[in-house]
């Protein structure tokens, strides 16, 4: 049995899992009896990030051989775990790349520009025509915290559009050559110095010990007060109530948040982020667009069906 806990692309499920025994239900994540149930059968499961992939759960599926992620973070299950039961994890990698680059540089756009929340005054007979006055993204400097794939795709387009992009990666060297690209070249930076020196600061890291809150208070205030943040990697990687704080004083330009540390953002958690000035919020959607959830269902379905095939081999 292949057990689906979150939503896929249902042609992938139809047609790319036709003759399996499959159990797809894209809201079973929030039915854990009903799941237990399935977990007892189950030889594959598919999750998004919802899914704890945890011991307990582990130990619901005895004859479980692959988890399936559709996406890339793995913050979500507990490699350890899967490897000492032997099973295999098999993320969808570079799958959502661009639609994530594309939210980052979309995102960056619209609060440089600052000219697309103003319905409401036109809507009343205003016409704030001064203060939306915005910056251009040309000559900007992007900083990259991370320089993954994800982060090499919204450098590409950054470049295209004629921005200066910089990025810090400990597990690069500073001759590494992909900090040279086709398209052209990264400055590798100091984490400091990224900092201090960028218009629009973006993360590309997995949420782990040395990354939890690495954007905190203290770091926010090495950046420019009129500088943009954008966080489509991992909550808990920027801490919230710092960057709630540094828009309110007006000592940070504007923020985007895809990520939260609690997912889904409940009313409770949600009412921290009330009435902040330049603050986009989305729910856990830069890397999900209609061609990348069809890339990232169907890379996942033949992902798990390979491993099945190899495993009766």
Not at 99 to 108: D, F, K, L, N, P
Not at 205 to 234: E, F, G, H, K, Y
Request: charged letters at 20%.
């Amino acid at each position: 049995m292949i057990v689906i806990t979150e939503f896929m692309d249902e042609a992938a499920v139809r047609e790319g899992l036709s003759g399996r025994d499959v159990v797809y239900d894209p809201m079973l994540v929030d039915k854990p009896d009903e799941l237990a149930g399935h977990l007892a059968h189950a030889r594959a499961l598919i999750v998004r990030n919802r899914t704890q992939v945890r011991p307990a759960l582990l130990d619901l599926a005895p004859h479980l051989h692959v988890v399936g992620r559709l996406g890339v973070g793995l913050d979500n299950i507990d490699m350890e775990a899967c490897k000492a039961r032997g099973i295999a994890v098999c993320p969808a990698m570079g799958a959502n790349d661009d639609s994530v680059a594309e939210y980052v540089i979309g995102t960056a756009m619209l609060l440089l520009r600052g000219a697309y929340r103003a319905n409401a005054d036109l809507v009343a007979g205003t016409w704030p025509r001064n203060r939306l006055t915005g910056r251009e993204i040309s000559g900007k400097v992007l900083g990259l915290i991370g320089f993954g794939s994800i982060a090499r795709a919204t450098a590409q387009r950054a470049v295209a559009l004629g921005m200066t992009v910089v990025a810090y990666d400990p597990f690069l060297t500073a001759d590494s050559p992909v900090w040279t690209q086709s398209w052209g070249k990264v400055t590798p930076l100091s984490l400091d110095d990224l900092l201090a020196g960028s218009d629009v600061v973006s993360l590309h890291v997995p949420l782990t010990a040395d990354t939890r809150r690495m954007i905190d208070a203290a770091a926010i205030s090495r950046m420019r007060n009129d500088a943009i943040l954008i966080n489509a990697a991992r909550g808990g990687v920027v801490d919230e109530a710092a960057t709630v704080a540094a828009l309110k004083s007006g000592t940070l330009g504007g923020a985007a948040l895809d990520v939260f540390e609690t997912e889904p953002l409940n009313a409770e958690a949600g009412a921290a982020f009330a009435d902040v000035p330049n603050l986009v919020l989305t729910p856990h959607i830069a890397g999900v667009t209609v061609e990348s959830n069809d890339r990232v269902s169907w890379l996942t379905v033949r992902n798990v069906l390979d491993h099945l095939e190899r495993e009766q081999a």
